[in-house]
């Protein structure tokens, strides 16, 4: 059964850093390109951020451009995002799945980005 776990979410001050980290069980993420999507209140599931299997190339949304990086240790099965400069508008739960191949949801971690 494919299950990830998203863990390092919280509240945190514009401007502020966090590191989210999925960790996946029956899955194995270095088969696969791998994402962190997210989802605001109100509005649809997003894509923010992709890892090629290898970690060689990634690939960013343009609103967190410059600002997330996307990594993986795909040894732990872990896939990483380092999320700077935060803002407002990057409050939302944020997720992992493969790109390409979605398989079933976890449960996410709440980034919340208020003063």
């Known amino acids: 059964q494919v299950q990830f776990v998203e863990s390092g979410g919280g509240l945190v001050q514009p401007g502020g850093s966090l590191t989210l980290s999925c960790a996946a069980s029956g899955f194995t993420i270095s088969r696969y390109a791998m994402s962190w999507y997210r989802q605001a209140p109100g509005k649809e599931r997003e894509l923010v951020a992709t890892s090629t299997s290898a970690g060689v190339r990634t690939n960013y949304a343009d609103s967190v451009k410059g600002r997330f990086t996307i990594s993986r240790d795909n040894a732990k099965n872990t896939v990483y995002l380092q999320m700077n400069s935060l803002k407002p508008e990057d409050t939302a739960v944020y997720y992992c799945?493969?790109?390409?191949?979605?398989?079933?949801w976890g449960q996410g971690t709440q980034v919340t980005v208020s003063s």
């Open positions: 799945n493969a790109r390409f191949t979605l398989q079933s």
